[in-house]
C-alpha cells in the first residue's frame, strides 16, 4: 500500500496492491511556513552549529579519544550540556580528600624526604607507593621546606640585626681622623660656642634643640638639615650630647664645620656633674647586670622563634641592640636635671631628617602636659599602625595587666617637644626608675622591646597629641612609604634597622638623607665615605 500526501495536506491518496485507489479529504488548518519563522529557525541554528563545533573541538583538545558516532559523542557532550560535574572534578575532590587525610595524620617514622621535586618523581617512578604514602611524602616536603624557608630568613634578620648594630669602616676612620685633630689642631678644640655666645645656651627667648648621640655624621645631619630649613636659623641653638670616646671627635667636627648662625654646643656625658651613680642607680645596675649583658651581648639567636612574621622577629632582634642598656640612650629622660635653666626643649633622635622649619613647635598649647608627641595608634603606615601598649608590654603578666590599659594609643620616641617647667612639677624621672627595676626584677619580662616601654609607663597621663605630620616614622623598616607624606612631613624618622648610613639602607630613602652630607668633604672623602 502507498499513501500520497497533496502539498496542502488537503487530499490523501491511497493505493492498494489490488490497484483499487481511495481518496479521502482531510479537513484541517492549512499550515502556512512565514518567512518569520524561517528565518528565526535559520537563526537557531546558526547559533548553536559553533557552539557544537567549539565544545566538539574542546574535548578533542583535551585528548578525549576521536567519537565516531553520535552515541559517542552524546556520553561526551552529555554532562557539559546537562551541568553534570565533569571525571576532571571528580578527581579533583579525591584528590582533596587525600590530601586532607594526609594533613590529618602524623607522618610515620623514618619516612624518608625526597629534596626536590624531580626527587620525588624518581622515587615514586622507582617505587609505586599507594596514594596516601604518596600524600604523605607530599606534606613531609613541604614541611622540609617551610623549615628552610623560615630558618633562612631568620639567618637573614640576624645578619641585618648584625650590620645595624655595627659602625661602618667609614665612619670609625672619621671618628679616629677627628679624636687625631682635636688633639693636634688648636681649632679643633677651640671653646663651643663661642665666648660671646654662651648666654644663649640658658636664653629661652631661643629654641633649643636637644641631640644625644655618639654618631659623628648623623648628628651633622641633624643639625644641617634643622638649620637649612629653618626660618630664622639664627634663633636656633643645639646642645649635642655624647659619650666620653666620641667627645673628641664630635667636638673637632662643629668646631672646624660652619652651620651657618646657629648656637651648637657639645658636652660629654662626663662633663654633667649630675650624672652620677646616686642619681642613675638602676642604669648603672642595667649596664653591670650579668644576666642583662648576657640577654644584650649573648647569642641574639637563642630564643629566636621560626613562627614568629617577619615583623615580629626584627622587632625582637632590635630590642636586643646593646644600646638599650646604654645610659646615652636614657638620657632623654633627665632633661630637667641636665637643663636646669631651660623650660621647653625639643628632643631629636640621630636618625632623624628635618625637612621644615620647627620653630612653631614652640608655639603649641601643650595644656599643662609634658611631652608633645605624635600617637602611633592612627597611623597608615603598616609598621606604625595600631600601636597601643599592648605592642610594647607584657599584658600576660599580671603585673603589667593589674595596673594598665592594652588599648591605650602609644605615641613615638624621635621628635617630642618637652615642657620642663610643668615636668618639674612631676615624678615621672621615679616613675621611670621604679618600673626599670621592677622589670630587672622580673627578668626582663614585663617588656623587651627598648627605652619607649618604660616612657610609655612613665609619661602616662602627661602626653599632648601633635599633629602627625609633624613626624613620619618608618622610614627604617621598609621602603614602601608614601611619598606625598614623605614630602610634607616636617621630620622623617629612619626608625628601625636600615639606617640611611648603611649599606642596608634603602635606595629609596637614603637620598632623603644624603642630601644633607658634603661629601667633597676632606675628612669624608679621606674616610671614603661615599653616597651609595
Not at 267 to 279: A, E, I, P, S
Not at 451 to 466: K, S
Amino acid at each position: 500500500m502507498q499513501v500520497h500526501i497533496s502539498p496542502s495536506m488537503r487530499r490523501i491518496t491511497i493505493s492498494t496492491t489490488n490497484g483499487f485507489l481511495d481518496f479521502t479529504k482531510v479537513k484541517g488548518a492549512a499550515r502556512h511556513l512565514s518567512y518569520r519563522r524561517i528565518f528565526s529557525t535559520i537563526l537557531i541554528l546558526a547559533c548553536l552549529f559553533p557552539f557544537l563545533f567549539i565544545l566538539t573541538a574542546v574535548v578533542t583538545l583535551e585528548g578525549v579519544n576521536i567519537c565516531s558516532s553520535l552515541d559517542c559523542l552524546g556520553r561526551r557532550l552529555g554532562p557539559r550540556l546537562l551541568g553534570n560535574r565533569d571525571a576532571s572534578l571528580r578527581t579533583t575532590e579525591e584528590i582533596y580528600q587525600l590530601l586532607m587525610q594526609a594533613n590529618n595524620e602524623a607522618l610515620p617514622e623514618g619516612l624518608t624526604v625526597p629534596e626536590s621535586f624531580s626527587g620525588l618523581i624518581a622515587d615514586m617512578r622507582a617505587n609505586p607507593y599507594e596514594a596516601k604514602t604518596f600524600a604523605l611524602k607530599m606534606k613531609a616536603m613541604v614541611q622540609q621546606m617551610e623549615h628552610k624557608a623560615r630558618a633562612a630568613k631568620l639567618q637573614e634578620y640576624l645578619y641585618r640585626h648584625f650590620a645595624s648594630s655595627g659602625v661602618p669602616k667609614g665612619m670609625h676612620c672619621l671618628s679616629l681622623r677627628l679624636a687625631y685633630e682635636y688633639s693636634s689642631n688648636v681649632q679643633a678644640r677651640r671653646q663651643l660656642p663661642s665666648p660671646e655666645l654662651v648666654p644663649r645656651l640658658t636664653d629661652n627667648l631661643y629654641n633649643h634643640f636637644v641631640v644625644a648621640t655618639d654618631n659623628v655624621l648623623a648628628a651633622s645631619v641633624v643639625v644641617s638639615s634643622t638649620v637649612r630649613n629653618s626660618v630664622k636659623p639664627e634663633k636656633i641653638v643645639f646642645h649635642i650630647i655624647t659619650d666620653r670616646k666620641t667627645y673628641a671627635a664630635m667636638h673637632a667636627w662643629f668646631a672646624l664645620h660652619s652651620f651657618r648662625s646657629a648656637t651648637i654646643e657639645v658636652k660629654g656625658v662626663h662633663q654633667f656633674d649630675w650624672l652620677t651613680k646616686d642619681n642613675v642607680p638602676v642604669l648603672e645596675a642595667m649596664e653591670t647586670h650579668l644576666e642583662i649583658r648576657r640577654y644584650y651581648h649573648g647569642d641574639h639567636a637563642i630564643g629566636a622563634n621560626l613562627n614568629d612574621s617577619p615583623n615580629i622577629l626584627a622587632a625582637k632582634l632590635q630590642a636586643r641592640s646593646p644600646k638599650y642598656i646604654s645610659i646615652m640612650n636614657h638620657l632623654r629622660i633627665y632633661l630637667p636635671e641636665l637643663f636646669p635653666n631651660l623650660q621647653k626643649v625639643v628632643f631629636l633622635d640621630d636618625d632623624v631628617v628635618v625637612q621644615r622649619d620647627l620653630s612653631p613647635l614652640w608655639d603649641i598649647d601643650l595644656q599643662g602636659k609634658v611631652n608633645g608627641a605624635v600617637e602611633t595608634c592612627r597611623s597608615s603606615n603598616p609598621w606604625v599602625r595600631s600601636k597601643s601598649f599592648r605592642s610594647y608590654l607584657n599584658f600576660s603578666h599580671p603585673l603589667v595587666a593589674s595596673n594598665f590599659n592594652a588599648n591605650q594609643c602609644a605615641w613615638a620616641y624621635g621628635m617630642n617637644v618637652f615642657d620642663l617647667q610643668a615636668w618639674r612639677r612631676t615624678n615621672i624621672k621615679d616613675i621611670y626608675h621604679y618600673w626599670l627595676k621592677e622589670n630587672l626584677n622580673s627578668k626582663l619580662t614585663l617588656w623587651r622591646l627598648g627605652t619607649l616601654p618604660p616612657a610609655l609607663i612613665a609619661f602616662n597621663g602627661h602626653v599632648h597629641p601633635i599633629d602627625p605630620s609633624w613626624h613620619m616614622l618608618g622610614l627604617g623598616y621598609q621602603s614602601k612609604s608614601n611619598q606625598d607624606s614623605l614630602q610634607t612631613a616636617a621630620v622623617i624618622h629612619y626608625n628601625g634597622q636600615a639606617k640611611p648610613w648603611l649599606d642596608i639602607a634603602f635606595p629609596k630613602l637614603k637620598p632623603f638623607w644624603t642630601k644633607y652630607v658634603d661629601y667633597s668633604d676632606e675628612f669624608i672623602t679621606n674616610c671614603n665615605i661615599m653616597e651609595s
